[in-house]
């Protein structure tokens, strides 16, 4: 059974920092292209970052360069997302996804994807 179980997610001061982590099971994970997305309340759910298999990386937003970083290691199953100097707006339950053809900023083209962690960032 293929599980994707996201963690680290936390309430937070703005300008601080969280380490978000994927950890994929029943699947192979090198081959998977890995992505995050975040759902505010109220509002739609919306692509984040996507790594691919080779460790290329995309942004969605311009306003998360620089302060996201998204990375993958292999031999842990593991997806990561470095968030630094959080601010109020990047409060949302964030998610994780993996699909073996190609990156997508489509939550619904994602084969496997995970329930979510909350974070929290207060001003």
């Known amino acids: 059974q293929v599980q994707v179980v996201e963690s680290g997610g936390d309430l937070v001061q703005a300008g601080g920092s969280l380490r978000l982590s994927c950890t994929a099971s029943g699947l192979r994970f090198d081959a998977q292209y890995m992505a995050w997305f975040r759902q505010a309340p109220g509002k739609g759910r919306e692509a984040v970052s996507c790594?691919?298999?080779?460790?290329?990386?995309?942004y969605y937003k311009d306003s998360l360069k620089g302060r996201f970083t998204i990375s993958r290691d292999n031999a842990k199953n593991t997806m990561y997302l470095q968030m630094n100097n959080l601010k109020p707006e990047d409060s949302a339950t964030y998610h994780c996804a993996a699909r073996l053809m190609h990156c997508s900023d489509r939550w619904d083209f994602f084969t496997y994807r995970g329930q979510g962690t909350q974070v929290s960032v207060s001003s």
């Open positions: 790594i691919k298999r080779d460790g290329t990386v995309i």
